[in-house]
């Protein structure tokens, strides 16, 4: 590893698990390269980085950090360098977990199957629920499932006036693949109009009374195409992570599933997208989560974020009257950015927005009692409503 600092180049090798000091050829093989301006690594190795300066992967999509050497070899050590970098860095402040829980004490929701009907085939879906009230679907991010929300099943002041529905998307968690069809003998990519259709039918079919969906990342983006498609069905839509059109070269994220490179490359980026004043245990178990999924999910995921996806030119045609909307961003999301929230608040006539300083892409999974401080205001202003 040749690290190219302002002036100073440090330079590591690693040979069978052991370091040395030493100064590799850049053009060598298994060499990988990161260079900088000194005032950009005075920001990445501060205890607390700044906003899109906590990791290696924002600054080196955005031209402030140059990579050298075979991207493969990169994406392949991508965590082992990001771990070398946080090891540079002065200790962070301490961050007060809650108390672990009672042996033997059950958590709220209750899980079960149901069968949903989508291209004229029978897919068997996994949803968990919690609470009473005002009916709440919870969308997860892409390549993921429903337990990203398991905190908010476990707040009273939550769930004493909404019943949370948290369900897996088919081939996304426990929700198998269709039984029948050879699924595996074509390419998954998830479109608008399959994932338009998941929370309409299963609310439909769990016979819900104008409920509200919130939804993350792929979610926060489905949560604003309801609000334009299907306004009849939803009272409100929460968009977490919401933004008219996310821009991004799919072709360039090719190390997201290349055969030579493991699912911990995957969960490490992720990380890149939390913010590190969020609890070290729970970024580290939402990326857990990325590392455990089917890795053509993900993927096939992104078809809806990167590609099918784009309300601009459909967005002025949300009737908040019908269906309320409130979007929230993170500060550390360099993807669903909170400029993409504020664009689409400004096109979106009667919508809210809020910024949440502190957290990042993955709010209620990696920072739930931030999260949740943004989210009752909004609560509150649907029951009143």
């Known amino acids: 590893m040749r690290l190219r600092i302002g002036g100073t180049l440090l330079g590591m090798t690693l040979a069978n698990g052991v370091p040395r000091a ?3 050829d850049r053009d060598a093989a298994g060499v990988i390269g990161l ?5 950009t690594w005075d920001a990445l190795l501060a205890a607390t980085p700044p906003r899109f300066g906590n990791d290696i992967a924002p600054l080196v999509m ?3 950090m140059a990579l050298e050497g075979d991207p493969v070899v990169y994406a392949q050590y991508y965590p082992a360098v990001m771990r070398a970098i946080e090891l540079l860095r002065p200790p962070a402040p301490s961050q007060a977990m809650p108390p ?6 059950f958590d709220s929701p209750v899980g079960r199957y149901i069968h949903l009907q989508f291209d004229g085939m029978d897919h ?3 949803f968990e629920e919690a609470g009473s009230g005002i009916p709440l679907l919870l969308q997860h991010t892409a390549g993921c499932h429903g337990s990203q929300w398991r905190h908010l099943f476990e707040r009273p002041e939550i769930t004493d006036h909404f019943r949370l529905i948290a369900y897996d998307l088919p081939f996304h968690g426990k929700s198998l693949p269709p039984v029948g069809p050879k699924w595996w003998a074509t390419e998954y990519r998830l479109t608008a109009a399959f994932l338009r ?3 309409v039918t299963l609310a439909s079919a769990l016979k819900l009374d104008r409920p509200v969906f919130m939804g993350c990342s792929v979610g926060g983006l489905l949560a604003l195409d309801l609000a334009r498609h299907h306004p009849d069905v939803f009272r409100a839509v929460i968009a977490v992570e919401g933004a008219l059109k996310v821009d991004a070269d799919v072709e360039a994220l090719s190390a997201l599933w290349h055969p030579q490179v493991s699912n911990e490359y995957k969960a490490r980026m992720m990380d890149s997208l ?4 969020s609890p070290e245990a ?3 178990e939402t990326s857990h989560v990325y590392a455990a999924g089917w890795p053509p999910a993900f993927l096939g995921d992104l078809h809806y974020y990167l590609v099918d996806y784009d309300l601009r030119a459909e967005a002025a045609s949300i009737d908040t009257g019908r269906t309320a909307v409130h979007i929230l961003n993170g500060e550390y999301d360099w993807s669903g950015s909170m400029e993409h929230g504020r664009a689409a608040h400004a096109a979106i006539a009667g919508s809210t927005w809020t910024g949440m300083q502190g957290v990042g892409h993955f709010p209620m999974s990696e920072n739930p009692d931030a999260f949740v401080r943004h989210l009752l205001p909004i609560l509150e202003a649907i029951k009143a409503r």
């Open 22 to 24: 030493a100064d590799p």
């Open 35 to 39: 260079a900088a301006p000194q005032q």
């Open 62 to 64: 955005a031209g402030q």
């Open 100 to 105: 672990p829980a009672a042996a033997g004490r």
């Open 124 to 126: 068997r879906v996994y």
């Open 197 to 199: 259709a998941v929370p």
């Open 274 to 277: 939390m913010s590190p004043t």
């Open 282 to 284: 729970y970024r580290k």
